[in-house]
């Protein structure tokens, strides 16, 4: 079994601190380094999306509902989540339940 310590997230910037005191912080979880390489994964890949999405953005013929790089980037952001809930503390996955991103029983799938 994986050894599991306490991280922060901020989901914004994509920040995963070590430490609760080193920046602001939104969300705590509790991760192996293996999951911690997973969700830094995540957050490279939406950060990747959301320039495309930034730069499909001055093209303004293309409507936003027809835009796959917005699409990937809201599916990379509720996959984040997902993520976050499923490692989180108790008061993480009451937050992430209140924001409504996933379905009711904490489930993306």
């Not at 901020?10 to 995963?16: C, D």
């Not at 994964?41 to 990747?48: D, G, I, K, L």
């Not at 027809?66 to 008061?91: A, C, F, R, W």
């Amino acid at each position: 079994m994986s050894y599991k310590r306490r991280y922060y997230i901020t989901v914004g910037s994509g920040e995963i601190l070590p430490e609760r005191t080193m920046s602001e912080w939104e969300f705590e979880i509790d991760a192996s380094e293996e999951e911690v390489m997973q969700l830094q994964s995540m957050f490279e890949e939406a950060n990747t999306d959301s320039w495309e999405a930034y730069w499909r953005a001055h093209i303004p013929i293309l409507p936003y509902h027809h835009d796959d790089s917005n699409d990937k980037y809201d599916d990379d952001l509720v996959l984040i989540y997902q993520k976050l809930y499923d490692l989180g503390t108790p008061e993480t996955k009451e937050h992430i339940k209140s924001m409504g991103i996933l379905k009711e029983d904490g489930q993306n799938n």
